[in-house]
């Protein structure tokens, strides 16, 4: 059973600039959720995506969007990206009604 | 007033004590409480899950959830090096697949 994995690692970008980071989910898995962590802090939530449509959304700007693909996969888009958006991005996926979500090792993004 | 609170720490223990990690949440709607265990440069994993009130025990960790006081705790018995990890409580309203709510993450250190 492959687990969810995230791509890229690492990520650099300047400020203004837009950024997609893509999430593979554990098979089987329908749901997708997206977590920002910033350094010292616990994660907060972005957004959850099942079966392709948004259920679901955090305290975050309109300029965060995401997407999820028929089999399940996701991106997260961030449009005009600021200082603040440097963190640890980390995605999660579920089944419906799993007792847990499955996270995968995160996108570090550094915006100068 | 956050939703969920935890002390950072850090907390530093020698091998062999019990360890004792809290948090403490201000919204009564929360009916599921997680932990999860975030070693370094990895996504959370979860360690322990509980619905309302009550204890679990699984192994040398015992999760405690007190609604009343809005309080739940995770102990550590026999703490070893490998637990050496940041440890977030988590909270959802409708299960642990749900939008996640998590504390600030405590650090601890086991010492051989």
């Known amino acids: 059973e492959t687990g969810v994995t995230q791509s890229p690692t690492h990520l650099i970008k300047t400020r203004g600039q837009q950024v997609t980071l893509r999430c593979s989910s554990q098979?089987?898995?329908?749901?997708v959720s997206w977590y920002q962590q910033a350094l010292g802090q616990g994660p907060q939530f972005i957004f959850q995506?099942?079966?392709?449509?948004?259920?679901g959304r955090g305290n975050f700007p309109p300029r965060f969007s995401g997407l999820q693909f028929p089999n399940y996969s996701s991106e997260l888009n961030v449009n005009a990206l600021e200082l603040d958006d440097s963190a640890l991005y980390l995605c999660?996926?579920?089944?419906?009604?799993?007792?847990?979500?499955?996270f995968g090792p995160g996108t570090r993004l550094l915006v100068l | 007033q956050k939703e969920v609170e935890q002390d950072p720490g850090p907390l530093s223990v020698p091998e062999g004590a019990i360890v004792s990690l809290n948090c403490t949440y201000s919204?009564?709607?929360?009916?599921?409480f997680m932990w999860y265990r975030q070693y370094s440069r990895k996504g959370p994993e979860l360690l322990m899950y509980?619905?309302?009130?009550g204890n679990k025990e699984d192994g040398r960790f015992t999760a405690q959830v007190d609604k009343s006081s809005k309080y739940i705790s995770l102990f550590i018995r026999d703490s070893q090096p490998s637990d050496s990890a940041t440890y977030l409580c988590?909270?959802?309203?409708?299960?642990?697949?749900?939008?996640?709510?998590f504390g600030k993450g405590m650090k601890l250190t086991v010492n051989p």
């Open positions: 509980t619905y309302s009130s």
């Open positions: 999660a996926s579920s089944q419906d009604r799993q007792e847990t979500q499955y």
């Open positions: 098979s089987g898995h329908n749901t």
């Open positions: 995506y099942y079966r392709e449509e948004e259920n």
């Open positions: 988590a909270m959802s309203e409708g299960g642990g697949s749900e939008k996640l709510v």
């Open positions: 919204n009564s709607a929360f009916q599921y």
